[in-house]
């Protein structure tokens, strides 16, 4: 059984928001060499978002493609022997084919395409690619978590990103990342950038000439003294103009060298000298935020300079992938399961999740999980080993909120980039939420409820609260509300949670603060699924709704959502799926009325999907001029009949097809017809509709419990 290093859990923690900072520092300005950075912004020492007149926080492919590829863990197994294939089969089951995760440049410009259709590692290989693709940036770029999986583990970590980076990238590429991964894993337990580089360069071949560029940089800074100097050495000597390609790992990985070298330990420091560099600055700041966040864990985000790096972040985190459960996230739930896989590979039991499963728990330094207010808002250390989000309400405010995102911002689809923006709500009608309050230092009456942010059928966001309970003054008190989310907010995706706080301080003197300590959601959906009511009027077309939208996951070609029907779904070639939901439902059924099938030969409903390629289904099958109902089991590459059985299929006629899971049991129905199967791999998981080439439609999808 292998041993954690100490701290182990704060060091993946800071690990995780270094990365976050560094690529959403790095992103507005992407690219851009440094002669335009010193034009445009001039030196970069914070935050510029807002000169771009942009959100901080929205999808990019450094995010996204870190955290979703290290679930292959979860996919394939807690193994220190991944190999590539396990690695490849995860990309195709959380990619979306030209839509999520990837910078989609076209095949031949980015390696990542390749990997649809040529198994690793022949899909990143030289002789598959040519050595120009094959050595573009991306292999160290997503290669963060392997690092973080395997803390004061190096030869882990190595083995890890080795495994990884060869689905997508070969030679010097391959080394860098692994480099790099070292490095991180290292940082658990080393300080010293040197030391950290020499431990790096043990996982380097002899002959590479990733060796001389290191070699090169490392008596640059000693003989410059001065970053700028270093950095227009390497330009000069390993700029862009001297390889091929659009974003090619040498020139990128030189300054990242360089910024370790210079800033040492400090993390402002190396922000400013990564992103004021210029080039692939989302990337670069990442990887470098992320390696000097590990080495100095979280009292290294504070500095002399007053600048406040995690506050406006609040630990929050977009992950566009196949799994819309996973997409609106936040740093301490990443922590936890970067840490639980650490103790997997460990030979250890699981990390236990805090406070018996809670989603928002607070339980990290400084962590707020996404909260925001007009109100301070602060983690702090209660009773025992307790913790909370400390909530400062002002004497003369009489109500205020504090609630954190579980769906897609509006401000996130303003962004414009090569993917897609693809989530699902983390919360639905007809489960159970549960918020845990508490005060100690109250003078007045406190009323709290549960409260929820749903968009209206018009976009707008409309609140939904719970009933009250009261804290009541000069007492140490802790109150339980418990809430099941109304069936009024079905098909209103609801885009925040949190608590709503109403004084009762008529004197309007000071009060005490009031303590969020967790807030949890349990059960299943109880919703039913269709297209919200048409705005319709003179000289206006039929919109739908246009956040209710977004809330599906689709691979599908084509989605109508205003020709009668509420879902009128079409696939040209190949498998589609459209559906949504989190891999936190578990035993239910999902039943589509009206449902038609216009054109084609297999077609079903969707259960438990945990990405485009695990899955169970319900399917509709004709084959040798017979009807069949099966149950369909997706696990990768392959598809596996669970259960059959024969099925008269009238064309043109509209029914009822239902799909249920219990445990391992499965069923799926059409009138009188039944079908059973029997698979316990998925427990739980979103639903919606499987096409195969041809078209369906439906009227609506129920979610519905079962017991």
């Given at each position: 059984?292998?041993?954690?290093?100490?701290?182990?859990?704060?060091?993946?923690?800071?690990?995780?928001?270094?990365?976050?900072?560094?690529?959403?520092?790095?992103?507005?300005?992407?690219?851009?060499?440094?002669?335009?950075?010193?034009?445009?912004?001039?030196?970069?020492?914070?935050?510029?978002?807002?000169?771009?007149?942009?959100?901080?926080?929205?999808?990019?492919?450094?995010?996204?493609?870190?955290?979703?590829?290290?679930?292959?863990?979860?996919?394939?197994?807690?193994?220190?022997?991944?190999?590539?294939?396990?690695?490849?089969?995860?990309?195709?089951?959380?990619?979306?084919?030209?839509?999520?995760?990837?910078?989609?440049?076209?095949?031949?410009?980015?390696?990542?395409?390749?990997?649809?259709?040529?198994?690793?590692?022949?899909?990143?290989?030289?002789?598959?690619?040519?050595?120009?693709?094959?050595?573009?940036?991306?292999?160290?770029?997503?290669?963060?978590?392997?690092?973080?999986?395997?803390?004061?583990?190096?030869?882990?970590?190595?083995?890890?990103?080795?495994?990884?980076?060869?689905?997508?990238?070969?030679?010097?590429?391959?080394?860098?990342?692994?480099?790099?991964?070292?490095?991180?894993?290292?940082?658990?337990?080393?300080?010293?950038?040197?030391?950290?580089?020499?431990?790096?360069?043990?996982?380097?071949?002899?002959?590479?000439?990733?060796?001389?560029?290191?070699?090169?940089?490392?008596?640059?800074?000693?003989?410059?003294?001065?970053?700028?100097?270093?950095?227009?050495?390497?330009?000069?000597?390993?700029?862009?103009?001297?390889?091929?390609?659009?974003?090619?790992?040498?020139?990128?990985?030189?300054?990242?060298?360089?910024?370790?070298?210079?800033?040492?330990?400090?993390?402002?420091?190396?922000?400013?000298?990564?992103?004021?560099?210029?080039?692939?600055?989302?990337?670069?700041?990442?990887?470098?935020?992320?390696?000097?966040?590990?080495?100095?864990?979280?009292?290294?985000?504070?500095?002399?300079?007053?600048?406040?790096?995690?506050?406006?972040?609040?630990?929050?985190?977009?992950?566009?992938?196949?799994?819309?459960?996973?997409?609106?996230?936040?740093?301490?739930?990443?922590?936890?399961?970067?840490?639980?896989?650490?103790?997997?590979?460990?030979?250890?039991?699981?990390?236990?999740?805090?406070?018996?499963?809670?989603?928002?728990?607070?339980?990290?330094?400084?962590s707020v999980q996404g909260f925001q207010s007009?109100?301070?808002?602060?983690?702090?250390?209660?009773?025992?080993?307790?913790?909370?989000?400390?909530?400062?309400?002002?004497?003369?405010?009489?109500?205020?909120?504090?609630?954190?995102?579980?769906?897609?911002?509006?401000?996130?689809?303003?962004?414009?980039?090569?993917?897609?923006?693809?989530?699902?709500?983390?919360?639905?009608?007809?489960?159970?939420?549960?918020?845990?309050?508490?005060?100690?230092?109250?003078?007045?009456?406190?009323?709290?409820?549960?409260?929820?942010?749903?968009?209206?059928?018009?976009?707008?966001?409309?609140?939904?609260?719970?009933?009250?309970?009261?804290?009541?003054?000069?007492?140490?008190?802790?109150?339980?509300?418990?809430?099941?989310?109304?069936?009024?907010?079905?098909?209103?995706?609801?885009?925040?949670?949190?608590?709503?706080?109403?004084?009762?301080?008529?004197?309007?003197?000071?009060?005490?603060?009031?303590?969020?300590?967790?807030?949890?959601?349990?059960?299943?959906?109880?919703?039913?699924?269709?297209?919200?009511?048409?705005?319709?009027?003179?000289?206006?077309?039929?919109?739908?709704?246009?956040?209710?939208q977004y809330q599906w996951v689709s691979s599908?070609?084509?989605?109508?959502?205003?020709?009668?029907?509420?879902?009128?779904?079409?696939?040209?070639?190949?498998?589609?799926?459209?559906?949504?939901?989190?891999?936190?439902?578990?035993?239910?059924?999902?039943?589509?009325?009206?449902?038609?099938?216009?054109?084609?030969?297999?077609?079903?409903?969707?259960?438990?999907?945990?990405?485009?390629n695990r899955w169970y289904a319900a399917v509709?099958?004709?084959?040798?001029?017979?009807?069949?109902?099966?149950?369909?089991?997706?696990?990768?590459?392959?598809?596996?009949?669970?259960?059959?059985?024969?099925?008269?299929?009238?064309?043109?006629?509209?029914?009822?097809?239902?799909?249920?899971?219990?445990?391992?049991?499965?069923?799926?129905?059409?009138?009188?017809?039944?079908?059973?199967?029997?698979?316990?791999?998925?427990?739980?998981?979103?639903?919606?509709?499987?096409?195969?080439?041809?078209?369906?439609?439906?009227?609506?999808?129920?979610?519905?419990?079962?017991?």
């Amino acid at each position: 059984m292998g041993e954690l290093p100490p701290n182990y859990r704060e060091k993946i923690y800071a690990g995780v928001l270094g990365k976050l900072i560094g690529v959403y520092l790095g992103r507005p300005f992407e690219n851009w060499t440094y002669q335009d950075i010193q034009q445009r912004l001039g030196p970069v020492h914070y935050y510029v978002h807002a000169n771009f007149n942009a959100p901080l926080v929205v999808i990019d492919d450094d995010v996204s493609g870190t955290f979703a590829f290290v679930r292959v863990l979860k996919e394939h197994g807690f193994d220190p022997d991944l190999q590539p294939e396990h690695v490849g089969k995860t990309w195709l089951n959380q990619v979306i084919d030209k839509r999520t995760i990837f910078w989609w440049g076209g095949h031949g410009i980015s390696t990542e395409h390749t990997q649809t259709w040529i198994k690793p590692p022949e899909s990143g290989s030289i002789e598959t690619n040519g050595i120009t693709l094959a050595e573009q940036i991306g292999a160290q770029i997503f290669i963060d978590g392997w690092a973080m999986v395997a803390p004061g583990n190096p030869s882990l970590a190595a083995k890890l990103a080795r495994a990884a980076a060869r689905v997508s990238h070969d030679g010097v590429a391959v080394e860098a990342a692994v480099l790099w991964a070292v490095m991180e894993a290292q940082a658990f337990v080393e300080s010293d950038a040197g030391k950290l580089l020499e431990k790096g360069l043990e996982y380097v071949a002899p002959e590479s000439d990733l060796r001389k560029k290191i070699a090169d940089v490392r008596a640059w800074v000693k003989e410059d003294g001065d970053w700028e100097r270093t950095r227009q050495r390497i330009e000069d000597h390993y700029g862009y103009e001297k390889y091929c390609g659009i974003c090619h790992m040498i020139p990128n990985h030189a300054i990242m060298i360089m910024a370790l070298l210079y800033a040492g330990n400090d993390f402002t420091e190396a922000m400013h000298i990564i992103n004021t560099s210029g080039w692939d600055t989302d990337c670069n700041s990442g990887n470098v935020g992320c390696l000097v966040a590990i080495v100095n864990g979280l009292e290294g985000f504070k500095n002399d300079k007053g600048l406040d790096w995690r506050g406006p972040l609040a630990d929050r985190a977009i992950i566009s992938s196949a799994d819309g459960g996973y997409s609106i996230n936040d740093a301490v739930r990443i922590t936890y399961d970067l840490a639980s896989a650490a103790h997997k590979l460990a030979g250890q039991q699981p990390l236990e999740a805090p406070k018996n499963g809670a989603q928002w728990h607070f339980s990290l330094d400084g962590s707020v999980q996404g909260f925001q207010s007009t109100v301070p808002l602060e983690q702090v250390k209660l009773a025992g080993d307790n913790t909370g989000l400390k909530i400062t309400f002002p004497y003369a405010q009489e109500s205020t909120a504090v609630l954190t995102q579980i769906f897609t911002p509006r401000d996130a689809l303003e962004v414009k980039r090569d993917y897609e923006m693809m989530a699902c709500p983390l919360v639905s009608p007809g489960q159970t939420l549960t918020a845990v309050v508490s005060s100690s230092e109250l003078r007045h009456d406190v009323d709290i409820r549960i409260r929820l942010k749903a968009y209206d059928f018009d976009d707008s966001l409309a609140d939904s609260s719970s009933p009250a309970v009261t804290l009541d003054p000069y007492t140490t008190t802790q109150k339980t509300i418990t809430w099941i989310v109304p069936a009024e907010l079905e098909n209103k995706p609801i885009q925040q949670i949190g608590i709503a706080i109403t004084s009762k301080n008529t004197a309007k003197d000071t009060n005490g603060p009031i303590y969020l300590e967790s807030i949890k959601c349990t059960g299943t959906p109880n919703m039913l699924l269709k297209r919200p009511p048409l705005n319709t009027g003179p000289g206006l077309s039929s919109v739908p709704e246009t956040m209710w939208q977004y809330q599906w996951v689709s691979s599908i070609h084509k989605v109508h959502t205003k020709f009668g029907p509420s879902f009128y779904l079409a696939q040209d070639h190949g498998e589609g799926l459209f559906y949504t939901g989190t891999r936190e439902w578990m035993d239910y059924s999902a039943t589509a009325s009206g449902f038609l099938v216009d054109m084609g030969d297999a077609h079903g409903v969707l259960i438990r999907t945990q990405g485009v390629n695990r899955w169970y289904a319900a399917v509709l099958r004709r084959e040798g001029g017979k009807g069949y109902l099966e149950v369909v089991k997706a696990r990768d590459e392959r598809r596996e009949v669970l259960g059959r059985v024969e099925l008269e299929w009238v064309p043109d006629v509209k029914f009822e097809i239902k799909v249920q899971a219990k445990g391992d049991k499965l069923k799926a129905k059409v009138g009188e017809v039944e079908v059973k199967g029997v698979d316990g791999e998925y427990r739980g998981g979103a639903a919606g509709f499987l096409l195969g080439e041809g078209s369906i439609c439906a009227d609506n999808l129920r979610i519905a419990p079962v017991s």
